[in-house]
Nanobody, 127 residues
């Protein structure tokens, strides 16, 4: 079993920056691809960014490309999402997820693929 815990959410003004973190613990001896998703009330969970188990192949949703950066500290089983130039429409609960990957090059954008999820962290961007 793998536990995933997010941290670092909060309130920020439009145009500002915020970094959220995701720490995985438990049976992390396998190689896991990691991803970030977000959700607002009444909407489906939306893909934000994903990264391979060695920190390669970062992949982004078009809505955040050029503004968000996903990175990974493999030795610490920690993934970060640096969010810059934030917009009010980025307001959501952000979830981190992990899933065993076939190889270091694999990243996944579909939420159903991910086996393990964190509890979420609220990010609010004021206008």
């Amino acid at each position: 079993q793998v536990q995933v815990v997010e941290s670092g959410g909060g309130l920020v003004q439009a145009g500002g920056s915020l970094r959220v973190s995701c720490a995985a613990s438990g049976r992390t001896n396998r190689n896991y691809a990691m991803g970030w998703f977000r959700q607002t009330p009444g909407k489906e969970r939306e893909f934000v960014a994903a990264i391979g188990w060695t920190g390669g192949n970062p992949y982004y949703a078009d809505s955040v490309k050029g503004r968000f950066t996903i990175s990974r500290e493999y030795a610490k089983n920690t993934v970060y999402l640096q969010m810059d130039s934030l917009k009010p429409e980025d307001t959501a609960v952000y979830y981190c997820a992990a899933t065993p990957a076939h190889s270091s090059g694999y990243v996944y954008v579909r939420a159903i693929i991910y086996n393990y999820w964190g509890q979420g962290t609220q990010v609010t961007v004021s206008s």
